[in-house]
């Protein structure tokens, strides 16, 4: 088993930051990569941002230049600062794990972030 526990989720104003965190633990052999998905109401769930062990990332276009995925292999953990925050950013963020490439996500339940005034 693979747990991941999400926090720093929140409401804040159009133009703010907000900085989530993902600790993995329990079954972890190994990482491919860790990442942050989001799923408005309404829509599909979409990745946001992923980042490997090696440290090659890959963002969604609508984040780039506003967010910056960050890990710490030590400690099994993965950071998403988000800046210039949007309110089309609003979704429930999930953190993800892969431990192989072609192996399923491992997915985390998801925090809220809410981009209002």
């Known amino acids: 088993q693979v747990q991941l526990v999400e926090s720093g989720g929140g409401l804040v104003q159009p133009g703010g930051s907000l900085r989530l965190s993902c600790a993995a633990s329990?079954?972890?052999?190994?990482?491919?990569?860790m990442g942050w998905y989001r799923q408005a109401p309404g829509k599909q769930r979409e990745l946001v941002a992923r980042i490997t062990k090696s440290g090659t990332t890959n963002y969604a276009d609508s984040v780039k230049g506003r967010f910056t995925i960050s890990r710490d292999n030590a400690n099994n953990t993965v950071n998403l600062q988000m800046n210039s925050l949007k309110p089309e950013d609003t979704a429930l963020y999930y953190c993800?794990?892969?431990?192989?490439?072609?192996?399923?996500?491992?997915w985390g339940q998801g925090t809220q972030v809410t981009v209002s005034s």
């Open positions: 993800a794990l892969k431990r192989t490439l072609t192996g399923p996500n491992y």
């Open positions: 329990g079954s972890i052999f190994s990482i491919y990569a």
